[in-house]
């Protein structure tokens, strides 16, 4: 077995102090890279946190300067590395190069750096707050410590802990990142890890401003968000993991933002179906198995009203599902996970209409699966119906009527997404407003007529929703300035002298950012 590769701690790659190590795999193959990552120890732990610690003691006051210019600066260093990046997150992943990681997933990621930097440069994020009667002024700004980010599997880039949504903005906002990189995909988190270190020394920002680990025991991750000196954590993942570090951090009194589950109610009223039911067949289908379902807004739970045109729905998307391709699966563990899900749901009370077994595609798959249960039935085991089958997989629940379809929603945990499919001609807008009442607090993001699968980098967007689809429902994963405010403190200061305070709060604004001056939004100088 070839030697495990370095962890980038304090500006330098050097062995880890490792408890075991492992293996990256290709999914499409089920075979090896050929690469081999450590298990890092405690004192791999320790030596990032302190060090990024006194990182951020280095930034104190520095300016925004160095951080635009090291994120415009890594958003081109990854474009000119393109090719061997997006190749390596290809075998790693077995996600398409071609458009999914090359086309799409790779501009997104460097889009994501780029509008980072502007909010960073404008700082109209920061919620500058003035009042000149009392001396009391206030601001957003970093938390003094470093933020881990924990990168999930299902995109390797857009979401990566060392590149993606949630690195932009801890780094934005100010922040030295400790990256704990995804199992899935180590190789495409190394590469990118090296491009962050040049553009990290190119400008001039502390060594440790971008550091990575490769995987952890359990324990030791624990350790690492409750760490007496950490500022935040980041986590996109498993529901089970993310409450374990939850509870460790929220032990020790550290913030910590996470996405963990959704499985994203779609409600289809009976207009809907009998204005353009083979239509909707058509999108329900390619929202549901495109990426083979591994996306966290795939539309998991749809639910109809029962008759006719529902029953017809149903059977096309039998038919749809069945004729599909089946696409290739993120890791093994997706693949057992899948199988364990769907067994689970058909213990609950779902009946199986296609698929349900492992295999039917390239390396690690599942087939194209589909499942239906009453209304009644749901309601009587919500929390077994509901449980997040993360994959290509979805569950149709036929109510007897509008009452129970509400009582359905009603009965739904908190999701990141929930749609509803209406007439157009506005004959279910009575309808309409009887689900969108319960459904509106159920989810972070509401839809119309449209699957929730795409997530635009927006500043409008709001990627999070109430538990458990994340630990908080008033932040966002995506959308800057927005996402910025998780890895931020409030800061205010008091009577403090003129050339004392941070520049966004002086008299002067020079760049004209937006502030709070005296209960009146101004671009201007105050008392100008």
């Known amino acids: 077995m070839s030697e495990a590769k370095p962890v980038l701690i304090d500006g330098a790659w050097r062995a880890a102090q490792a408890d ?20 890092s120890g405690q004192a791999d732990v320790d030596a990032a946190v302190e060090a990024a610690a006194g990182a951020a003691e280095e930034l104190a006051g520095a300016g925004v300067e160095g951080i635009v210019q090291f994120l415009e600066g890594y958003a081109n260093r990854i474009e000119m590395r393109r090719k061997e990046i997006v190749e390596m997150a290809h075998s790693e992943s077995g996600l398409p190069l071609a458009p999914r990681l090359d086309d799409i997933e790779l501009p997104r990621t460097t889009d994501q ?29 970093a938390l003094g410590g470093g933020v881990a980010v924990f990168g999930p599997n299902n995109f390797p880039l857009a979401f990566n802990s060392v590149a993606g949504g949630d690195f932009a903005a801890a780094i934005a906002a100010g922040n030295p990142v400790i990256g704990k990189a995804n199992s899935s995909h180590p190789g495409t988190t190394r590469l990118l890890a090296e491009e962050a270190l040049e553009a990290v020394r190119a400008a001039g920002l502390p060594a440790a401003m971008v550091q990575l680990l490769y995987r952890t ?40 933002y996470l996405e963990l589950s959704s499985i994203n109610p779609v409600v289809v009223l009976p ?65 057992s996970g899948l199988v364990d899900n769907v ?21 690690y798959s599942f087939q194209n699966t589909l499942l239906k249960v009453s209304g009644s039935r749901f309601l009587e085991e919500p929390e077994g119906l509901q449980e997040e089958a993360f994959g290509n997989e979805s569950l149709l629940v036929v109510a007897a009527g509008i009452d129970q379809a509400v009582e359905v929603v009603r009965a739904t945990e908190g999701n990141l997404t929930g749609t509803i499919y209406s007439d157009t001609r506005g004959s279910d807008d009575a309808l309409y407003e009887k689900v969108a009442s319960v459904l509106r607090h159920k989810v972070g993001r509401l839809l119309n007529d449209k699957m929730p699968t795409g997530v635009a980098v927006s500043p409008a967007m709001n990627h999070g929703g109430p538990y458990p689809a994340t630990g908080h429902p008033g932040f966002t994963a995506v959308g800057i300035p927005a996402a910025l405010l998780r890895f931020a403190m409030l800061q205010c200061f008091d009577n403090v002298r003129e050339h004392r305070l941070p520049a966004e709060l002086r008299d002067a604004n020079p760049g004209g950012m937006w502030r709070l001056v005296d209960n009146q939004w101004s671009r201007e100088d105050v008392n100008s």
Not at 24 to 31: D, G, L, Q
Not at 121 to 137: C, V
Not at 232 to 247: C, H, N, Q
């Open 271 to 335: 207009g809907a179906l009998e204005e353009r039911g083979e239509e909707l067949v058509g999108e329900f289908t390619t929202s549901c198995l495109m990426g083979a379902g591994q996306f966290c807004t795939n539309p998991g739970l749809v639910i109809l009203l029962q008759g006719a045109a529902t029953d017809e729905f149903i059977e096309r998307s039998r038919e749809s599902f069945s004729g599909a391709p089946v696409g290739t699966l993120l890791s093994a563990g997706v693949e």
């Open 343 to 363: 067994r689970g749901l058909q213990a609950a009370g779902a009946e199986l209409l296609t698929g349900g077994e492992a295999g039917g595609g390239t390396g």
């Open 113 to 141: 750096l780029r509008q980072a930097a502007a909010a960073a440069r404008d700082g109209s994020w920061r919620l500058a707050t003035i009042d000149s009667g009392s001396g009391i002024r206030s601001m957003y700004g």
């Open 217 to 256: 025991d359990h324990e030791t991750g624990k350790k690492l968000v409750a760490h007496p000196e950490i500022g935040a954590t980041g986590y996109t993942g498993s529901r089970a993991a993310g409450l374990v570090l939850k509870e460790a951090a929220d032990r020790a009194g550290k913030p910590i």
């Open 20 to 39: 075991g190590t492992f293996a990256a795999a290709n999914p499409s193959t089920k075979e090896s890279t050929g690469e081999v990552y450590p298990v």
